[in-house]
């Protein structure tokens, strides 16, 4: 379902997604399967978003929906090279570019930094996989990631909790 949505060239859009209007992709991104990318949204060049991605534009501010009232709607922006992992929830935030979001992730404030933290396993062979979002109040990590056995370039050990994961801030 794509309609009055504006798609930028050599993008990919999977089978059961939703695009409304007014929304926004950029050139060379793909967008997987069964995810919805509501009204208001604007992502950047060369993004993928995982399958199963969810945009939020209604934060029952009033606490309750909005029932169609769009005033009480909030945007969302995600700039260039923005890595977004299956089943995340994106309410309305501003993320900067070159930030990697891991799977069923949920992202409830702005990243203006995107902070490095270095795979040991990957070896670092990807320059984009090494910008995690680490600061554990923004959202919750995946059970995998505690496997990926990461580590701040300034320490000497892996990172082996989500608890030190709050020493990262954005």
């Known amino acids: 379902?794509?309609?009055?949505?504006?798609?930028?060239?050599?993008?990919?859009?999977?089978?059961?997604?939703?695009?409304?209007?007014?929304?926004?992709i950029g050139k060379n991104c793909k967008v997987q399967s069964h995810s919805f990318v509501c009204e208001l949204v604007t992502v950047g060049d060369n993004c993928f978003i995982g399958h199963g991605v969810m945009f939020i534009n209604d934060k029952f501010s009033n606490g309750s929906p909005a029932q169609g009232d769009k005033s009480k709607w909030q945007s969302t922006f995600i700039s260039n090279n923005v890595y977004i992992g299956s089943n995340s929830t994106i309410l309305p935030v501003t993320i900067c570019s070159d930030v990697v979001i891991g799977a069923g992730s949920v992202v409830t404030k702005n990243i203006d930094k995107a902070p490095t933290m270095i795979p040991m396993e990957a070896g670092a062979s990807h320059p984009n996989f090494c910008s995690w979002i680490n600061a554990f109040s923004i959202f919750k990590f995946s059970s995998f990631v505690p496997r990926l056995n990461l580590r701040h370039p300034d320490s000497k050990g892996p990172l082996d909790?989500?608890?030190?994961l709050r020493e990262f801030s954005i």
């Not at 309609?3 to 999977?14: K, N, R």
């Not at 909790?161 to 030190?164: A, C, D, E, I």
């Open 161 to 164: 909790t989500f608890l030190n």
């Open 1 to 24: 379902n794509l309609y009055g949505c504006e798609i930028g060239d050599d993008s990919f859009i999977g089978p059961f997604v939703e695009i409304q209007k007014n929304a926004v």
